[in-house]
């Protein structure tokens, strides 16, 4: 179970980061989980600053937007190293799609949290061939807290934690929505990729 740091004293104030991971398959809510601990953050007044990988442009070109259509404003950026440079002093740093980024994101979100903010990325723990996408588990392994989300089986109706690719491209990344990805239980997810 997840427990946000006390409402109105920001980690950045009291000198203690610390880095959230929140993962999990696709269609299983983690961006609007994200934005959801990020607006609790701007309610408690604090500063927040918000990046996605440049290379998402899926519901729009600057915003974070999950697929119930919740959206937040974000920087997109190249590289992992770019959030160093534009996060300033804010207290919240909020990554989105953290699978996207190169490996340096690990160093990155250390490194924000050495400096006293706390850090929420979201991400893709596997792709759509059921092994780890790095660098999730990295992300994961120095995360104070990790929150794993589920989505629903489209095939059975049951818990999901995989990502069914629907298109024959065997390409790691390949961005998509629902005409490109089903969300699938372990038994469905194993049965379609035989």
Do not use: W
């Amino acid at each position: 179970m997840f427990v946000e740091p006390t409402p109105g004293k920001s980690p950045h104030q009291d000198g203690k980061g610390q880095i959230e991971v929140i993962c999990g398959s696709m269609f299983s809510g983690k961006t609007e989980e994200l934005i959801r601990r990020l607006n609790r953050a701007l309610i408690a007044r604090q500063k927040v600053e918000i990046f996605k990988p440049a290379l998402d442009r899926r519901y729009h070109a600057e915003d974070i937007v999950s697929h119930n259509a919740n959206a937040i404003r974000s920087t997109p950026v190249n590289f992992a190293e770019d959030i160093l440079l534009l996060a300033g002093t804010c207290d919240v740093v909020g990554i989105d799609e953290a699978q996207f980024f190169d490996a340096q994101i690990v160093a990155v979100a250390n490194k924000l949290a050495r400096s006293g903010k706390r850090v929420i990325l979201a991400g893709l723990d596997m792709d759509f061939e059921g092994r780890p996408f790095d660098p999730m588990p990295a992300l994961m392994a120095v995360a104070e807290f990790v929150t794993k989300v589920h989505a629903i089986c489209m095939k059975c109706g049951d818990l999901a934690s995989f990502s069914y690719r629907l298109s024959p491209d065997r390409g790691k990344v390949m961005l998509g929505e629902k005409e490109s990805y089903e969300a699938r239980c372990r038994k469905c997810f194993f049965e379609s990729s035989n």
